[in-house]
T-cell receptor, first 110, second 112 residues
């Protein structure tokens, strides 16, 4: 799996939008961009994924750069429950496993 | 989304004993499941890929005789940590794929 680069940590205020960046300059044409988050002492939770177009779901939005070398996970209104480690992962369409990088620890201030 | 469960959620055992952890896909069948290990303040590391009806595929550096994996049905995979030692204390997480990959809640193993 290609490598991703994320900031180690970010801070946000409650009720404000959060933009979590991810660089994946070695992405190949068939790699999907996945985002998971992990709360303390829990397994990772699926957030969103996409290939080329921007994606929206009830949890978040995913904005993918035109060259696909970077993407941004957008939480529209951060809550205290969104404090977690967010992982950006690339997975080939034929692959079965996800390789986790270091992730971004998001801290939400009340 | 799909649900993956693990049992037990935590276990404490004495050094030298064996511990079995179960991973179940509750509402879907999974021919492939994955086992990860996570040490404090670190990311998840893939240990092995478990295939229903065949032998597991282990990542480099993971001892297959120490971490026994059995995937006997399409909804159950088990990981047995044999002759556990304190350095095996970790958070063990399984996952199963249904279109995307879903993770269990994890099992915290503490070896005294």
């Amino acid at each position: 799996d290609a490598k991703t680069t994320q900031p180690n940590s970010m801070e946000s205020n409650e009720e404000e939008p959060v933009h979590l960046p991810c660089n994946h300059s070695t992405i190949s044409g068939t790699d999907y961009i996945h985002w998971y988050r992990q709360l303390p002492s829990q397994g990772p939770e699926y957030v969103i994924h996409g290939l080329t177009s921007n994606v929206n779901n009830r949890m978040a939005s995913l904005a993918i750069a035109e060259d696909r070398k970077s993407s941004t996970l957008i939480l529209h209104r951060a809550t205290l429950r969104d404090a977690a480690v967010y992982y950006c992962i690339l997975r080939d369409n034929a692959g079965n496993m996800l390789t986790f990088g270091g992730g971004t620890r998001l801290m939400v201030k009340p | 989304g799909a649900v993956v469960s693990q049992h037990p959620s935590w276990v404490i055992c004495k050094s030298g004993t064996s511990v079995k952890i179960e991973c179940r896909s509750l509402d879907f069948q999974a021919t492939t499941m994955f086992w990860y290990r996570q040490f404090p303040k670190q990311s998840l590391m893939l240990m092995a890929t478990s295939n229903e009806g065949s032998k597991a595929t282990y990542e480099q550096g993971v001892e297959k005789d120490k971490f026994l994996i059995n995937h006997a049905s399409l909804t159950l995979s088990t990981l047995t940590v044999t002759s556990a030692h304190p350095e095996d204390s970790s958070f063990y997480i399984c996952s199963a794929r249904q279109n995307t990959q879903y993770f269990g809640p994890g099992t915290r193993l503490t070896v005294l």
